[in-house]
């Protein structure tokens, strides 16, 4: 149901407000109105700004209604604004409109005041409406540079950290694009949640996609709780997967026919919160030895986890094969 419509009314004659109520009366639904009999309860009411409408008599004791308008054209400058006099001439209601008033309703023909006020809400909620609108487009169009210049951010330091520890410009090709491709397709599973949150489990399975065809056998995801993971850590969590997998494919299991990877994850209740932890296996592949220095690949895991989720990542590098354990929490929703 549509609320009732909150009227400010400043007039000092209580038998001109009692008639002005009485029309009122005929809208649906009724209004609350709040008189104003001086400028003291005027200056109040404006402060309180509990209203929807200002009803103003033009001629007062203490002030006069141009006044009114300025004050409230001050302070309340969304609120509409019409003038409910006995006398009110073309020249000064022509100057009431260009001071801001909206309308204005001679005593004499209360009868279309209901009518006046009516529209005069109409175009107060359509002018409210466009506002938030147009705000909203304001705070879209701020994330999505923030977004953008974020992107371009990450992209720069994959050229060139990728470029930095590739051998040869096939591998830099393949490993750049490998990566890109990572970052694609998660923000493509973001876009269509309208970027809000987006389900591990869907996460790891579009990670995993391109290096799935053909090989469905290579990759043994078991299901675990579903768990819901905001853009940031789905992004982060993508190019961990990507990372790995791309290892696997040219040093670990997925080199060796025999090999395959086994990937779960559990969701722990701690004091602190809810704790994510997933586990990557590589299984019968070739045997495994640590990396004489730390790679590229290596940092972009730690790195993201770290401080992207605020984890820890343990990487194993068993001889039977590589082992990764990811733990983070998981944001305390709002109340």
């Known amino acids: 149901m549509q609320r009732k419509p909150r009227i400010l009314l400043l007039e000092d004659s209580s038998l001109d407000a009692e008639l002005i109520r009485e029309h009122l009366s005929q809208m649906q639904p009724q209004p609350e109105i709040q008189r104003a009999e ?10 309180e700004g509990a209203f ?31 003038f409910v006099s006995g006398v009110l001439g073309e020249e000064v209601a022509i100057e009431s409109f260009r001071h801001g008033a909206t309308d204005y309703v001679l005593k004499q023909r209360l009868i279309r005041l209901p009518t006046a006020v009516e529209r005069a809400l109409a175009e107060a909620r359509e002018k409210a409406e466009r506002r938030r609108v147009q705000h ?24 060139r950290r990728t470029a930095k520890n590739s051998a040869t410009v096939e591998s830099y090709s393949d490993d750049l694009l490998g990566r890109l491709r990572a970052m694609a397709d998660a923000h493509a599973l973001l876009f269509e949640t309208n ?8 996460v ?36 961990v997967i990507n990372e790995l997998t791309t290892n696997a494919v ?23 919160g809810d704790v994510v932890t997933l586990h990557w296996q590589e299984m019968d592949g070739p045997a495994v030895q640590p990396p004489d220095k730390e790679g ?10 770290r ?18 354990i990811i733990s983070f929490p998981l944001p305390t929703p709002s109340a």
Not at 53 to 80: K, T, W
Not at 195 to 202: C, F, I, N, T
Not at 307 to 323: F, I, N, T
Request: glycine share 6%.
């Open 250 to 272: 040219k040093y670990g299991a997925l080199s060796h026919e025999p090999g395959y990877i086994k990937v779960g994850w559990q969701r722990d209740l701690l004091e602190s």
């Open 307 to 324: 401080y992207e989720l605020q984890g820890e990542a343990r990487l194993d590098y068993a001889q039977s094969g590589v082992v990764c």
């Open 38 to 47: 001086n400028r003291a309860d005027y200056l109040k009411a404006l402060d």
């Open 52 to 82: 929807d409408l200002i009803l103003s008599d033009f001629s007062l004791p203490d002030f006069d209604g141009m006044a009114a308008l300025e004050l409230a054209s001050q302070r309340v400058p969304n609120i509409p604004f019409i």
């Open 195 to 202: 970027w809000g949150q987006a389900e591990l489990s869907e």
């Open 136 to 159: 909203q487009k304001e705070l879209l169009v701020r994330e999505l540079s923030h977004r953008v210049k974020n992107t371009m951010a990450m992209v720069m330091s994959l050229v």
């Open 296 to 305: 590229f690949g290596t940092t972009l895991i730690q790195r993201s986890i």
């Open 204 to 239: 790891i399975r579009r990670t995993l996609l391109p290096y799935v065809q053909g090989r469905s056998d290579k990759f043994r995801v078991e299901e675990g709780p579903s768990v819901q993971l905001d853009p940031k850590a789905a992004l982060a969590l993508s190019m």
